[in-house]
């Protein structure tokens, strides 16, 4: 079972010949070789999730500390919107522990309504209302709102969220539309440039030049040990 998690293969492999023979092989065991079928593997997994779900309940219901909560959603290459969830929070130790609590396919648009909506239903499941710290997420204009939303939910609660304390947007999506309005700006600047001067200038020259440097580092271990200590400083 556990073989059949972690490696991401399918029930049915179980009752696959070549794949009996093979531990036939290994194994030159009677005892060894009873591989159960595809429905048992799949009523052992189901029961699995069903021992550890409780047992993250309870962990986190035994946890003192609040939650700050990782939200993000996306649509995944079969055109399936998921959305997932992540806890973090201090243990009675003083240690940060993380772990996924959900990834639910959202029904609908990636509406702020929507988000909120499938994110205090995981909160309802694991009974962690009360226990709300923060929520981290890129800056999409559907997060704020959905930050609005279960404002509203939770204004009457013992553990109310203000949106405009308890939000906390991911500093790697605000790099990142930094260094897209860079590149904006210096695109900019070069057409003007090439408007002032009247010659043709590739609007995608920066990129390409970033591009080779890109390349340049990667392809030298000792190049990318230098870069790695430029990033530590």
């Not at 794949?19 to 159960?36: A, G, H, M, Q, Y």
């Not at 998921?82 to 959900?102: E, M, N, P, T």
Request: charged fraction near 25%.
């Amino acid at each position: 079972m556990k073989f059949i998690v972690t490696s991401n293969q399918p029930f049915t492999l179980v009752e696959e010949e070549d794949f009996r023979n093979l531990i036939s092989l290994i194994s030159k065991n009677e005892d060894v070789t009873r591989i159960p079928c595809a429905k048992t593997i799949k009523s052992w997994v189901r029961d699995m999730y069903e021992r550890e779900l409780a047992r993250l309940k309870e962990k986190l219901a035994s946890n003192s500390s609040k939650i700050s909560f990782s939200i993000d959603c996306w649509t995944s290459s079969n055109q399936i919107p998921f959305q997932g969830v992540v806890g973090s929070w201090i243990d009675g130790d003083w240690k940060l522990r993380y772990c996924v609590l959900d990834l639910t396919i959202l029904e609908g648009s990636h509406t702020g309504e929507n988000i909120a909506d499938a994110f205090i239903k995981v909160l309802t499941e694991f009974n962690l209302l009360s226990k709300l710290h923060a929520v981290i997420s890129d800056n999409a204009s559907n997060v704020n709102k959905a930050c609005d939303v279960i404002e509203t939910l939770l204004k009457d609660t013992d553990n109310p969220f203000v949106a405009n304390q308890s939000r906390i947007r991911c500093f790697a999506h605000i790099l990142n539309l930094v260094c897209k309005s860079i590149l904006k700006r210096e695109s900019e600047s070069q057409q003007e440039t090439r408007e002032m001067c009247e010659t043709k200038f590739d609007e995608h020259k920066t990129i390409q030049k970033l591009r080779k440097c890109v390349h340049g580092i990667r392809a030298s271990p000792q190049r990318r040990q230098i870069f790695a200590r430029h990033v530590k400083l």
